[in-house]
């Protein structure tokens, strides 16, 4: 069964990703903070990240640049944002986000995004090492 990690500092909207997923089988790891979700991919296996953008501690491209580094570099990383702007957008091309998602979000949608982006690292590793 596939693991996804949940990143917000936004309780409703970690509640909101739980409920869905969760009724899709998939395990689910949620973290509120960037920092978090760098211990738990540490310590555990995770398919894919769905990170919000804004966070205080660390945004979600700051995240993303960190899982690059680490030797989980391979995980698919969706960030979602309320904020979007051709700068991040851009920004978020260079660190080999997979996916970028404009809130509000359809929920069957994004749940299509997590599939075919688990799909394709389980395929082919050599997509996120290039």
Same mark, same amino acid.
């Given at each position: 069964m596939?693991?996804?990690l949940i990143v917000d500092d936004e309780l #409703?909207? +970690? /509640?909101l990703l739980y409920d869905h997923f969760s009724a899709h089988d998939y395990h689910i790891?949620?973290?509120?903070s @960037?920092?978090?979700? $760098? /211990?738990?991919? @540490?310590n555990e296996r995770i398919d894919c990240v769905l990170t919000d953008l804004r966070m205080p501690d660390m945004d979600g491209l700051e995240l993303t640049r960190k899982v690059r580094e680490s030797p989980n570099r391979n995980i698919p990383v969706i960030i979602i944002t309320g904020f979007p702007s051709l700068e991040s957008a851009?920004?978020? $091309? +260079?660190? +080999?986000?997979? /996916?970028?998602?404009?809130?509000?979000?359809? #929920?069957n949608r994004l749940y299509g995004t997590v599939e075919k982006a688990i799909a394709e690292a389980n @395929?082919?590793?050599?997509?996120?090492e290039q």
């Amino acid at each position: 069964m596939n693991k996804i990690l949940i990143v917000d500092d936004e309780l #409703l909207i +970690r /509640d909101l990703l739980y409920d869905h997923f969760s009724a899709h089988d998939y395990h689910i790891s949620m973290a509120e903070s @960037g920092q978090k979700a $760098l /211990d738990i991919i @540490g310590n555990e296996r995770i398919d894919c990240v769905l990170t919000d953008l804004r966070m205080p501690d660390m945004d979600g491209l700051e995240l993303t640049r960190k899982v690059r580094e680490s030797p989980n570099r391979n995980i698919p990383v969706i960030i979602i944002t309320g904020f979007p702007s051709l700068e991040s957008a851009i920004e978020a $091309l +260079r660190t +080999r986000v997979y /996916d970028y998602v404009v809130k509000p979000f359809n #929920l069957n949608r994004l749940y299509g995004t997590v599939e075919k982006a688990i799909a394709e690292a389980n @395929g082919n590793q050599s997509h996120w090492e290039q």
